[in-house]
């Protein structure tokens, strides 16, 4: 198959700090502050990170952006500074974050998720010297900000053949963390993957809550409450795409015994969740940590990244993960998704984004 091995070498790297970080558990404050003991002049200038709901810690899109920054902090010798979201927050309090970040001479500086795009439309014009990027957004578009957008319908069409191969009871549930245009891409994707094998499997589909900051995702308990009720309509696969929520779906299926399908992190390699492992069938990777780390790069560089960019199945920073052993067992599960894969490449499918 080969799925993860298509992944860059970036994408890797990154995945393999995701692990580090994870079990170390330092802030990147008190690593900050480490490099500041050690004399690094740059300490005081770096990467700027400011977390999307859910914070650091989430074992999916939030700890896939801190990998990247760690893997660019370490290789390029900057200093950094990673900012947690608060409960409830407003647009203002993002703005402040921001410009917080921008006082302090952080460059490039990254907001990690859409709901920034408000507080970058009126932080970044202010700061035209510096960089700033957004991710999962493509409305900013100001001359020195950085749009990275994901095809992650792509990755979740991939996750729905998979679910409809694994299936047993022709019943599968999708869990999105918040009703919003990027959430359901996931669902689209999805929804559109498992009838690409088989029209008659009936798909659950729930979203946690209509506002991020209402904890859809940020709340584990609000994923095993959805989790329940799929699994007790009958549904054997389950996808979360909802952040910190999600945990609380993996955890429902494992103690069921049925499969769930991971988010953005190869959810089945985060020590959190290892004692879940067994019923990761697998995850959908979004190469986010490559992308904080790419727009690194080219401030490095002094070739700052501006405008869209966008990240697909044919770029190698969409995919699926392999990594459970019993995923590389099902090969007729395997065959199918290999062919999906092959098809979105080759334009064969259109896969659709709501």
């Given at each position: 198959m080969g799925h993860k091995s298509r992944f860059t070498r970036v994408a890797v790297g990154v995945a393999a700090l995701a692990l580090a970080a994870t079990a170390c558990g330092k802030t990147s404050g008190e690593a900050e502050k480490d490099d500041a003991?050690?004399?690094?002049?740059?300490?005081?200038?770096?990467?700027?990170?400011?977390?999307?709901?859910?914070?650091?810690?989430?074992?999916?899109?939030?700890?896939?952006?801190?990998?990247?920054?760690?893997?660019?902090?370490?290789?390029?010798?900057?200093?950094?500074?990673?900012?947690?979201?608060?409960?409830?927050?407003?647009?203002?309090?993002?703005?402040?974050?921001?410009?917080?970040?921008?006082?302090?001479?952080?460059?490039?500086?990254?907001?990690?998720?859409?709901?920034?795009?408000?507080?970058?439309?009126?932080?970044?014009?202010?700061?035209p010297k510096l960089t700033f990027g957004i991710i999962d957004d493509d409305t900013v578009k100001g001359d020195n900000v950085a749009d990275l957008v994901f095809h992650e319908e792509q990755g979740s069409y991939l996750a729905g053949v998979a679910a409809a191969k694994a299936t047993k009871k022709k019943h599968v549930g999708f869990i999105g963390g918040v009703d919003v245009p990027l959430i359901h891409k996931f669902g689209a994707g999805f929804k559109a993957g498992v009838a690409s094998v088989d029209p008659k499997i009936k798909v659950e589909e729930q979203?946690?809550?209509?506002?991020?900051?209402?904890?859809?995702?940020?709340?584990?308990?609000?994923?095993?409450?959805?989790?329940?009720?799929?699994?007790?309509?009958?549904?054997?696969?389950?996808?979360?795409?909802?952040?910190?929520?999600?945990?609380?779906?993996?955890?429902?299926?494992?103690?069921?015994?049925?499969?769930?399908?991971?988010?953005?992190?190869?959810?089945?390699?985060?020590?959190p969740l290892a004692k879940y492992k067994e019923y990761i069938l697998t995850s959908v990777l979004k190469d986010v940590g490559g992308a904080v780390y790419d727009l690194t790069k080219s401030v490095v560089d002094g070739s700052p990244k501006t405008g869209?960019?966008?990240?697909?199945?044919?770029?190698?920073?969409?995919?699926?993960?392999?990594?459970?052993?019993?995923?590389?067992?099902?090969?007729?599960?395997?065959?199918?998704?290999?062919?999906?894969?092959?098809?979105?490449k080759a334009g064969k499918i259109d896969v659709p984004t709501s």
């Open positions: 003991k050690k004399g690094d002049s740059s300490a005081s200038k770096g990467i700027g990170l400011a977390y999307d709901v859910g914070g650091r810690g989430d074992q999916s899109f939030n700890d896939a952006a801190y990998a990247g920054f760690e893997k660019a902090r370490k290789e390029f010798k900057l200093g950094g500074q990673a900012v947690e979201p608060q409960d409830g927050e407003s647009d203002a309090d993002k703005v402040a974050r921001l410009t917080q970040l921008a006082k302090s001479g952080y460059n490039p500086i990254v907001g990690v998720g859409f709901a920034y795009a408000p507080a970058l439309k009126e932080v970044a014009p202010k700061y979203y946690l809550t209509e506002k991020a900051e209402d904890g859809g995702f940020s709340s584990p308990n609000l994923g095993k409450e959805a989790a329940k009720g799929q699994l007790d309509k009958g549904a054997d696969v389950l996808y979360a795409a909802a952040g910190l929520s999600g945990q609380g779906v993996i955890e429902e299926a494992a103690a069921a015994k049925k499969w769930a399908i991971g988010v953005d992190s190869d959810q089945y390699n985060q020590k869209e960019t966008r990240f697909d199945l044919a770029s190698g920073r969409v995919g699926l993960s392999e990594s459970n052993p019993a995923y590389g067992k099902m090969t007729d599960l395997t065959a199918a998704v290999e062919k999906a894969e092959a098809d979105i």
